[in-house]
């Protein structure tokens, strides 16, 4: 794999930030502020606080051809313990917001959750489903994040981005190309900036506090919170067991039927209400993926955890076997940064490698 950048350009890059008085840190080592508790030291991460500055940052990088990797609030993206990137720009600081009389505009960084405590305080409604994403605006318009039949595309007037060269540009939502979990900006090299969403008083907020209730009851119920997570790693809107056990001999699809009608009956349900859980179901299924040294959440087997335990190879080993067992239908959402690279450990080449192949394959099969 390539390095994607010289001793020579970071100097030059500290310099023109110094110059510029953009904040920055150095050699900073992110594994503990990502969402899934991991990554490697990150040579230069910028945090502009405005529009304006993130404009000129770019600019620079474009100009001077050095790659760099936009990041939200971390809790898409898979970041490697093994790689040292070099150039990232984190949106954290940008959370400019402005309530008007029928819109507001909210900048990139600002969070998804915070975001519907504001609609509510408002009584505004139409976001009630964004209860519990824990990404920023930014992140969530990347990839018209959403739940509970929501999307937070719905209500969105414009947006404010900044192109490949730094440029600022405003377009309305029907130019963003917005379909289920993408967007305009996703494979692209452009920055949303600031995002104008409808807002529209309802009558009462009354029936909107009680939907944020339910889904965040039922995200708290059904969701893993305990170890770091991405949410669901594959988008699969039918069965997820049913899918992974699909090419398994009649008789295996039979005991996992006996198995889910004893572990998942109404009555299992309403005991294990506070804390229900798929280990049953999980534990079968091992049995078929001899190979993995993974131990699933107990909540369900679509999302990768962290627990401290498993090295990289381990967790895509099982990624790698999900994927196999859903075939070319499905695509994994949670998103790996394999750059921009400063040093990789020479141990990681071969499962660099792999990661990297996985992720073209897959790509193609999307594009068809
Ligand atoms: C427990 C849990 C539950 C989740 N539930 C859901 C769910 O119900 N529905 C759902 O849709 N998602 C869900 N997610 C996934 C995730 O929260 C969303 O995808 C979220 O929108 C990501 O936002 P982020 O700020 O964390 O983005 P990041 O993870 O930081 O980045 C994701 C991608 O967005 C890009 N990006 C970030 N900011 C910008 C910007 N300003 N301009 C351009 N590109 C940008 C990054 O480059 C990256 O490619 C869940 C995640 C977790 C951990």
Redesign the pocket.
């Known amino acids: 794999m390539n390095i994607d950048i010289t001793e020579e350009k970071l100097e030059l890059t500290e310099h023109f930030l110094n110059g510029k008085n953009i904040w920055f840190k150095k050699d900073h080592n992110i594994k503990y502020d990502t969402?899934f508790k991991t990554g490697g030291i990150v040579k230069i991460l910028i945090t502009p606080n405005t529009t304006n500055e993130l404009s000129i940052i770019i600019k620079y990088l474009h100009q001077n051809s050095i790659k760099y990797?936009?990041?939200?609030?971390?809790?898409?993206?898979i970041l490697f313990d093994e790689i040292q990137y070099s150039v990232i720009i984190s949106?954290c600081n940008l959370k400019k917001i402005s309530i008007g009389e029928d819109s507001i505009e909210v900048d990139?960084g600002y969070s998804l959750q915070d975001f519907v405590r504001i609609a509510i305080i408002n009584g505004v409604e139409g976001y009630e489903g964004l209860e519990?994403?824990?990404?920023?605006i930014?992140?969530?318009v990347?990839?018209n994040?959403?739940?509970y039949g929501y999307q937070i595309a719905t209500n969105i007037i414009s947006i404010q981005y900044i192109d490949e060269f730094g440029d600022l540009n405003t377009i309305n939502k029907e130019e963003c190309k917005f379909g289920y979990?993408t967007s305009f900006?996703k494979n692209s090299d452009?920055?949303?900036c600031n995002v104008k969403f409808k807002f529209n008083k309802s009558q009462t907020n009354q029936d909107i506090v009680k939907r944020v209730e339910r889904y965040h009851i039922a995200r708290h119920s059904y969701?893993e919170f305990a170890y770091p997570?991405?949410?669901s790693m594959f988008s699969v809107n039918t069965d997820f067991y049913r899918e992974l056990i699909k090419n398994e001999s009649k008789l295996f699809i039979f005991y996992y039927y006996i198995l889910k009608i004893v572990t998942k009956n109404p009555v299992i349900k309403f005991i294990n209400r506070k804390s229900p859980n798929s280990s049953a179901l999980n534990w079968l299924i091992l049995k078929k993926i001899q190979k993995t040294k993974y131990s699933p959440s107990r909540k369900g087997m679509n999302v990768l955890i962290n627990n401290g335990q498993l090295s990289t190879k381990e967790s895509f080993d099982y990624i790698f076997e999900i994927k196999r067992r859903l075939g070319e239908n499905f695509h994994i959402e949670n998103?790996s940064i394999l750059g921009p690279i400063y040093k990789i450990q020479p141990e990681f080449n071969a499962t660099f490698q792999e990661i990297s192949n996985y992720l073209s394959t897959s790509s193609k099969e999307k594009a068809k």
């Open positions: 969402f990797k936009v990041i939200g609030f971390t809790s898409n993206i949106t990139c519990g994403i824990p990404g920023s930014g992140g969530g990347f990839m994040a959403g739940a979990r900006f452009r920055i949303i969701q997570n991405l949410g998103e």
